[in-house]
T-cell receptor
Framework: EAEVAQSPRYKITEKSQAVAFWCDPI?????LYWYRQILGQGPELLVQ????????DSQLPKDRFSAERLKGVDSTLKIQPAELGDSAMYLC???????????????????FGEGSWLTVV | RKEVEQDPGPFNVPEGATVAFNCTYS??????FFWYRQDCRKEPKLLMS???SGNEDGRFTAQLNRASQYISLLIRDSKLSDSATYLC???????????FGAGTRLFVKA
């Protein structure tokens, strides 16, 4: 069972309605990600947090999507209004830092939650 | 051109076969590399990291070629349970930028 907790697992909503997803990352992971994955494609980063700060939201459709991580722990992703094209799996993930022999940051290992399936009708 | 590219497949192989996937990346500043496995309608899970010296874990071998900017995954003695999508993942910018490939689908048949 994944240690990154997400809810709800499944959500069906009508277009133009609001929908929200919640994520609780692995304890101690400072970096939290929200990805969107459409069937047949790889995960696409929507937003990345380092503690409570957004470090990358370049692919987040800001006219309808918002994300917050107020206390630097759990996070919420909101869509308002939902559109038919938003139907996808929304994945939350958190990461631990990989350090090289000189204690420099060299990478992140990302751990995913089970995902939240959104269907917009 | 996408920063990380994979052959989408699908690769259809019989049980016991050896199969190899390649993944190319375009940013020479990429620092660390991974293969993830994703089962149908499930979340991606880390399969293995890819080290400069190569990495082997049982039937799985990962290689990195920095000069040609590609990584590979070799699966020996394929099992039915290996059927999944394999995602190539690249880190850069001190590990804070992570790019996923679109994945390669593998079907192993009896």
């Amino acid at each position: 069972e994944a240690e990154v907790a997400q809810s709800p697992r499944y959500k069906i909503t009508e277009k133009s309605q609001a929908v929200a997803f919640w994520c609780d990352p692995i304890s101690g992971h400072a970096t939290l990600y929200w990805y969107r994955q459409i069937l047949g494609q790889g995960p696409e980063l929507l937003v990345q947090f380092q503690d409570e700060s957004v470090v990358d939201d370049s692919q987040l459709p800001k006219d309808r999507f918002s994300a917050e991580r107020l206390k630097g722990v759990d996070s919420t992703l909101k869509i308002q209004p939902a559109e038919l094209g938003d139907s996808a799996m929304y994945l939350c993930a958190s990461s631990s830092i990989i350090r090289d022999r000189n204690w420099r940051t060299s990478g992140n290992t990302i751990y995913f939650g089970e995902g939240s399936w959104l269907t917009v009708v | 051109r996408k920063e990380v590219e994979q052959d989408p497949g699908p690769f259809n192989v019989p049980e016991g076969a050896t199969v190899a996937f390649n993944c190319t990346y375009s940013n020479s500043a990429s620092q660390s590399f991974f293969w993830y496995r994703q089962d149908c309608r499930k979340e991606p899970k880390l399969l293995m990291s890819v080290y400069s010296s190569g990495n082997e874990d049982g039937r799985f071998t990962a290689q990195l070629n920095r000069a040609s900017q590609y990584i590979s995954l070799l699966i020996r003695d394929s099992k039915l349970s290996d059927s999944a999508t394999y995602l190539c993942v690249v880190n850069r910018s001190g590990g804070f930028k992570t790019i996923f490939g679109a994945g390669t689908r593998l079907f192993v048949k009896a």
